[in-house]
T-cell receptor, first 116, second 117 residues
Framework: DGGITQSPKYLFRKEGQNVTLSCEQNLNHDAMYWYRQDPGQGLRLIYYSQIVNDFQKGDIAEGYSVSREKKESFPLTVTSAQKNPTAFYLCASRTGTTVLGNQPQHFGDGTRLSIL | EDKVVQSPLSLVVHEGDTVTLNCSYE??????LLWYKQEKKAPTFLFML????IEKKSGRLSSILDKKELFSILNITATQTGDSAVYLCAVENAERAGGTSYGKLTFGQGTILTVHP
């Protein structure tokens, strides 16, 4: 089945440790996005990528890094510089606006990151 | 800076009630407004609105956009316990790369809807 797969579902980080969250999609979508969701708040954009080997910072990029070496994959690294990483992380993707018209973003099931 | 404000932040109703969720926005380069439903995990897409005054409908859910007053509403009639969720509103900023739009989304805080039997 086509979709967006995030792994792991739950992740625990020790102080000073970098951790990487995986996001894979088999929808042939060009654009991919990472969001952070905190309790009582909406989603905030961390990074997004329009094409392979290119990505842009979102509204809260500090303490995070990404790569886009393949169209299907957009991993997010939460570095030790991110002092408050406990949150729910959501990955999304969408196709560009072409002959199909404007298309919505579709989301994976998320990864919950906690500090040990 | 793009901004989206949803109201109310939470709502508790009984099955069979009708609810109206509100979303107001400010965006520099508006392309579309989207509604999503989030239960425990992934937000699922409900509606995308681009034109004023045209109602979109799916079963008991409907939504409309007012681009002059910069708001949208989501209506749910004859609510059921399965409608309990967080409803998210987002606006798309139409950034363009060549001839293709990869618009950034700005989300509101969400409305938590609880439907009691």
């Amino acid at each position: 089945d086509g979709g967006i797969t995030q792994s792991p579902k739950y992740l625990f980080r020790k102080e000073g440790q970098n951790v990487t969250l995986s996001c894979e999609q088999n929808l042939n979508h060009d654009a991919m996005y990472w969001y952070r969701q905190d309790p009582g708040q909406g989603l905030r954009l961390i990074y997004y990528s329009q094409i392979v080997n290119d990505f842009q910072k979102g509204d809260i990029a500090e303490g995070y890094s990404v790569s886009r070496e393949k169209k299907e994959s957009f991993p997010l690294t939460v570095t030790s510089a991110q002092k408050n990483p406990t949150a729910f992380y959501l990955c999304a993707s969408r196709t560009g606006t072409t002959v199909l018209g404007n298309q919505p973003q579709h989301f994976g099931d998320g990864t919950r990151l906690s500090i040990l | 800076e793009d901004k989206v404000v949803q109201s109310p932040l939470s709502l508790v109703v009984h099955e069979g009630d009708t609810v109206t969720l509100n979303c107001s926005y400010e965006v520099t380069n508006f392309r579309s407004l989207l509604w999503y439903k989030q239960e425990k995990k992934a937000p699922t897409f409900l509606f995308m609105l681009t034109s004023s005054g045209i109602e979109k409908k799916s079963g008991r859910l409907s939504s409309i956009l007012d681009k002059k007053e910069l708001f949208s509403i989501l209506n749910i009639t004859a609510t059921q316990t399965g409608d309990s969720a967080v409803y998210l509103c987002a606006v798309e900023n139409a950034e363009r790369a060549g001839g293709t739009s990869y618009g950034k989304l700005t989300f509101g805080q969400g409305t938590i809807l609880t439907v009691h039997p």
